[in-house]
T-cell receptor, first 115, second 111 residues
Framework: GAGVSQSPRYKVAKRGQDVALRCDPI?????LFWYQQALGQGPEFLTY????????KSGLPSDRFFAERPEGSVSTLKIQRTQQEDSAVYLC?????????????FGPGTRLTVL | GESVGLHLPTLSVQEGDNSIINCAYS??????FIWYKQESGKGPQFIID?????DKRQGQRVTVLLNKTVKHLSLQIAATQPGDSAVYFC??????????FGGGTRLMVKP
């Protein structure tokens, strides 16, 4: 079946531009996560949704980062006024239930480059 | 695809040999651990997990060992194959649903 998909796969933005990254989770998955992965490092947690509710946004690095999942399926991560330090791969993951021990399935990521 | 982990520790093994990848975790409250494999240009892929009430768990060609005393986790891959070449991350969970990933190890398999 279809896995987690993300679009665009690559995004180049000029410093100061706003960007929107999309995640399509596996159909029916309750939980959705966003992670940021800098080059050469492991993914770092950004935010977590259970259905449409954003239950944890403790990892968002600044108020320029905003995520939403209005209908409990597709999610969008928006970064306003991008900075060079925002350059990274943004990974989305989903899991079937809102429980700790459920496997998180990752998408291929969106590589954001801010010039 | 994009290269993941240009400056990661690297383990180089001969095809057919066993591989051992190690990970130290920092939070003694963590009670759930997962190993992920990440190939270039792809997202992390689940390999195997273990809860803190166990010290060993086996899958197909993979074994995870957990030593809570020294906060150490290892992944053993038997009969390593070229398709095992990737970056491997351990991740821990101590509350809620977020995962905390380690720094990763690049595994290179020589034919």
């Amino acid at each position: 079946g279809a896995g987690v998909s993300q679009s665009p796969r690559y995004k180049v933005a000029k410093r100061g531009q706003d960007v929107a990254l999309r995640c399509d989770p596996i159909s029916g998955h309750v939980s959705l996560f966003w992670y940021q992965q800098a080059l050469g490092q492991g993914p770092e947690f950004l935010t977590y949704f259970q259905n449409e509710a954003q239950l944890d946004k403790s990892g968002l690095p600044s108020d320029r980062f905003f995520a939403e999942r209005p209908e409990g399926s597709v999610s969008t991560l928006k970064i306003q006024r991008t900075q060079q330090e925002d350059s990274a791969v943004y990974l989305c993951a989903s899991s079937s239930r809102g429980m700790r021990y459920n496997e998180q399935f990752f998408g291929p990521g969106t590589r954001l480059t801010v010039l | 695809g994009e290269s993941v982990g240009l400056h990661l520790p690297t383990l180089s093994v001969q095809e057919g040999d066993n591989s051992i990848i190690n990970c130290a975790y920092s939070n003694s409250a963590s009670d759930y651990f997962i190993w992920y494999k990440q190939e270039s240009g792809k997202g992390p892929q689940f390999i195997i997990d273990i809860r803190s009430n166990m010290d060993k768990r086996q899958g197909q060609r993979v074994t995870v060992l957990l030593n809570k005393t020294v906060k150490h986790l290892s992944l053993q891959i038997a009969a390593t194959q070229p398709g095992d070449s990737a970056v491997y991350f351990c991740a821990e969970n101590n509350a809620g649903n977020m995962l905390t990933f380690g720094g990763g190890t690049r595994l290179m398999v020589k034919p």
